[in-house]
């Protein structure tokens, strides 16, 4: 049966686009099939993660679907690159509008979660899905909490930051009360000089989930600046090496 991998964080630029379209990645390339869904619909961003830039509107995207007007698998462009078709994996992309009207129409509308719940069984369907990875806005928002609980994974990522430990807490509460059936966490941007082991350590005594990942901060991610996947730029890096260890969690 397919997995929805939900990954959500409470605070903004944790890394949850770049580790979302890197996971999504890494499994593929092990000859899954594999869906990236945008669901931040309000600051949609990991399209350009995979190449596409939306500079000319896109026949349909997930806003579409949300709204009526077109069945979720008009939504899906295959966006693999090559090291995942050589591995006969697939990644199609759901992306959002990034159409200024289609986002403040969001804003006033929102949408029927529902809906998305219904779209995902569609999709798996569809194109014969193994896992579904959905990309979220963040914090806590009636949409996130509604799409936390259609989850089968949920991955919470945050920062070593005081701001992001205690709103993290929150979360994981929350994710627990809507009986999510697997909650692993994700720390990123951990200094290099600091014990990866101590991080994860405390993070687990505070939280009782497990920590899969505990992902460096770098400059060679900084200066690919999101445009294009980490880990088949480069593929000996720890980042790359952590990155795969999640997969494997993700997939066990
Ligand atoms: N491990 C890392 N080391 C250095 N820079 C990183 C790392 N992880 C992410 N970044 C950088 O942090 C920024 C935010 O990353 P990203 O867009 O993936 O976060 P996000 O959680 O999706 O943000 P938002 O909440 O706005 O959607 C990007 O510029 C990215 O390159
Ligand atoms: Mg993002």
């Known amino acids: 049966m397919a997995k929805i ?6 605070r ?8 979302t379209a890197n996971l999504a990645t ?8 594999v869906a990236v869904i945008d669901t931040d619909i309000q600051s949609p ?11 000319n509107p896109l026949k349909h995207t997930l806003n579409d679907y949300l709204w009526g007007d077109c069945a979720i698998e008009d939504a899906a462009y295959e966006v693999s690159p090559a090291a995942v078709r050589q591995s006969n994996g697939s990644i ?8 200024a009207e ?4 969001v804003l006033h509308e929102g949408y029927d979660v529902r809906l998305l719940k219904n779209g995902f069984r569609n999709l798996v369907k569809a194109l014969n899905l193994d896992y579904i990875f959905v990309d979220t806005h963040p ?9 936390i609980a259609i989850a089968n994974i949920l991955v919470v990522i945050l920062r070593p930051d005081r701001q992001d430990l205690q709103g993290t807490a929150v979360m994981v509460d929350l994710a627990r009360q809507l009986k999510v059936p697997k909650i692993l966490m994700i720390v990123n941007r951990v200094l290099q000089d ?11 005594a505070k939280y009782d989930v497990p920590v899969v990942g505990v992902l460096p901060n770098c400059d060679e991610m900084m200066r690919l600046a999101s445009s294009d996947l980490f880990c088949l730029q480069y593929p000996d890096h720890p980042l790359t090496q952590e990155i795969k260890t999640v997969a494997q969690s993700i997939m066990t």
């Open 5 to 10: 991998v939900l990954v959500h964080s409470f």
């Open 12 to 19: 903004g630029g944790t890394g949850k686009s770049n580790t």
């Open 26 to 33: 890494a499994i593929a390339c092990t000859g899954q099939r």
């Open 45 to 55: 961003g990991i399209h350009v993660l995979f190449g596409m830039e939306q500079e």
């Open 92 to 99: 199609f992309l759901l992306p959002s509008s990034i159409e």
């Open 102 to 105: 289609d986002m403040t129409r």
């Open 139 to 147: 914090g806590l928002n009636e949409e996130t909490l509604l799409s």
């Open 194 to 204: 600091l014990d990866s082991d101590a991080v994860r350590q405390q993070l687990e």
